[in-house]
């Protein structure tokens, strides 16, 4: 394995944080269909504007996010969509998981 810097731990480290929080997951999933607008997250995810914003303005910085604007709305889109290849990772990883703890506890 490749020896990494301090600095790139922390840079890897916080991109991990970034998929951490179950909201901000729950706004990329919503934005794996195409982009929305902050109103169309709110309604999309239950989650009140300020909430969305937050999330979107961190996800954004990272550019894991991109937006555009047009007139009076902001559009969000994914930016890099490798953090779905991570997921899926993940999810398999768990599903594997679940499926042994089933097999032995039936």
Do not use: W
Request: charged letters at 25%; hydrophobic letters at 40%; proline letters at 1%.
């Amino acid at each position: 394995m490749k020896q990494l810097k301090d600095e790139a731990l922390e840079l890897i480290a916080y991109r991990l944080k970034m998929l951490s929080d179950p909201m901000r997951l729950k706004i990329l999933h919503t934005l794996q269909g195409g982009e929305k607008s902050v109103q169309q997250l709110v309604e999309l995810t239950g989650a009140g504007q300020a909430n969305i914003s937050k999330h979107l303005s961190q996800l954004a910085q990272h550019n894991i996010v991109g937006r555009r604007r047009k007139g009076l709305h902001v559009y969000y889109y994914i930016a890099d969509d490798s953090i779905f290849k991570i997921c899926d990772l993940v999810c398999k990883n768990m599903e594997k998981n679940m499926q042994r703890f089933n097999d032995v506890f039936g």
